[in-house]
DNA sequence: CACCATGTTCCTTG
DNA sequence: CCAAGGAACATGGT
């Protein structure tokens, strides 16, 4: 599943690539991933509209139509759940399995699959009202994640998946920003102190930069067919098939040594996910039952 | 058959 | 009402 920086390719990759182009159909397949938008009404929207923009938040693509004639746009949103993939396709190529919504753009067409139909496209963009700081931007700050996390007792690697803390980060990036910034994944949000929650912003923007300018994580395969090279593809260039571990510090690692200590990687499940971490590098911190029993050492 | 999966939302429980 | 935990969603890979 796509977290920001899978996004973040795609939607570079895309945006010139719609941008002028004219929707003449829309074929829905699937209406669970219209969230609600009845699919005569995304048809009615769609035909005839015209690509004007593309932008990402956090997970989220959004992107701007133009109707004909019309002065105004309108949004569409879309989300890749955990199987989603976005990709053009010739006209005369065979659609995939698990076509949710093909837009006709006339020689070719806009696909969106989508295995599991975890995935959105939809006109509904409310979603987007409860999402939090883009972890890239200027309203990331330590203060800022400071006072997210200060009202939850929840362990911070769960609290990271919340997209109103920060709007991005999922379970890959959520285990490879604590190791980086040395905080154990049970770690109470609301115990981390400031300087905590400076290496843990820092963090966060390096392992998602990182991401970013490394192409992805998973090779995206962007046009739908792994044997195709050519423009859509990202996944077979050189240099960018390397596995996950090579790219990854601890995430789907357990068992292998950690990169910095040696110590065994380990993975335990939080909120029905997993997480991987290094005990060594993120101990936990000591235990308040531990402190109460030597301050009342201290008083016997 | 068992378990796992890059996400979000709904339901239940306390 | 709120927070937290878990199941559900749907399909495929190992």
Redesign the pocket.
């Known amino acids: 599943?796509?977290?920001l920086p899978?996004v973040e390719v795609l939607v570079r990759h895309l945006a010139p690539l719609l941008k002028n182009k004219t929707i003449q159909h829309v074929h829905i397949n699937r209406e669970?991933v219209l969230a609600g938008t009845p699919p005569q009404k995304l048809r009615k929207a769609l035909r005839g509209a015209t690509f004007e923009s593309l932008a990402r938040r956090?997970?989220y693509l959004r992107f701007e139509l133009r109707a004909a004639n019309q002065a105004v746009t309108l949004p569409l949103l879309g989300?890749l759940?955990?199987t989603g993939r976005m990709y053009l396709l010739p006209s005369n190529s065979p659609l995939p399995?698990?076509a949710a919504v093909v837009l006709d753009l006339g020689s070719e067409n806009f696909v969106f699959e989508d295995?599991?139909?975890?995935g959105k496209f939809t006109l509904d963009t409310t979603?987007l009202d409860e999402l939090g700081p883009e972890p890239l931007g200027p309203e990331f700050t330590p203060e800022n994640l400071t006072s997210a996390l200060k009202?939850?007792?929840?362990p911070i690697k769960?609290k990271l998946?919340d997209?109103c803390v920060v709007a991005g980060v999922?379970?890959?990036y959520a285990s490879e920003a604590l190791f980086l910034a040395c905080i154990s994944p049970s770690r109470q949000s609301n115990t981390l102190r400031l300087p905590q929650v400076h290496r843990l912003c820092g963090a966060i923007k390096k392992v998602l930069v990182e991401a970013i300018n490394r192409g992805s994580?998973?090779p995206l395969n962007l046009s739908g067919n792994g044997t195709r090279d050519g423009l859509f593809y990202y996944g077979s260039a050189p240099g960018a098939s390397a596995s996950l571990e090579e790219r990854l510090r601890v995430y789907d690692r357990e068992g292998k040594p950690c990169f910095t200590c040696g110590t065994p990687i380990l993975r335990v499940i939080q909120?029905?996910?997993?997480t991987f971490y290094c005990p060594q590098c993120q101990r936990a911190a000591r235990a308040s039952s531990e402190v109460k029993h030597r301050s009342r050492k201290s008083l016997a």
């Not at 009202?151 to 929840?154: E, G, L, M, T």
């Not at 909120?271 to 997993?274: C, K, P, T, Y």
């Open positions: 599943m796509p977290e899978e669970r956090g997970k989300h759940g955990m399995k698990h295995t599991r139909y975890f979603a009202r939850s007792s929840q769960v998946l997209q999922g379970n890959i994580t998973v909120a029905a996910r997993s």
